[in-house]
């Protein structure tokens, strides 16, 4: 999911995302204003994938934080609403 092109099926590493998609896509596919995630970010999302946690607990603050948003707008696009709930998780970690 986050190594190959969703929609061309090339080899990465990518950084463009593109949730209606499902996942990462070439620079040469992706819409105008597809937002490119960090480097470290694609680490830790592929890491909570295959339960790595290790390589999860050791990420950094800025690539939790990108994860987190990543995370919170898959889940909302796949349910079609809004998870009001979402503001009151602590963020402080």
Same mark, same amino acid.
């Given at each position: 999911?986050?190594?190959v092109c969703v929609i061309?099926?090339?080899?990465?590493?990518?950084?463009?995302?593109?949730?209606?998609?499902?996942? &990462? &896509?070439?620079?040469?596919?992706?819409?105008?204003?597809?937002?490119?995630?960090?480097?470290?970010?694609?680490?830790?999302?592929?890491?909570?994938?295959?339960?790595?946690?290790? &390589?999860?607990?050791?990420?950094?603050?800025?690539?939790?934080?990108?994860?987190?948003?990543? &995370?919170?707008?898959?889940?909302?696009?796949?349910?079609?609403?809004?998870?009001?709930?979402?503001?009151?998780?602590?963020?402080?970690?």
């Amino acid at each position: 999911m986050l190594d190959v092109c969703v929609i061309t099926g090339e080899d990465g590493p990518h950084t463009a995302l593109v949730i209606s998609a499902g996942g &990462v &896509v070439s620079d040469a596919v992706a819409p105008p204003g597809t937002p490119h995630l960090r480097p470290e970010t694609i680490t830790l999302l592929s890491a909570l994938l295959i339960g790595d946690w290790a &390589v999860a607990d050791a990420s950094p603050d800025g690539a939790r934080i990108e994860a987190r948003g990543i &995370v919170a707008a898959y889940a909302q696009f796949h349910l079609e609403r809004s998870i009001r709930s979402l503001g009151h998780i602590d963020r402080t970690e």
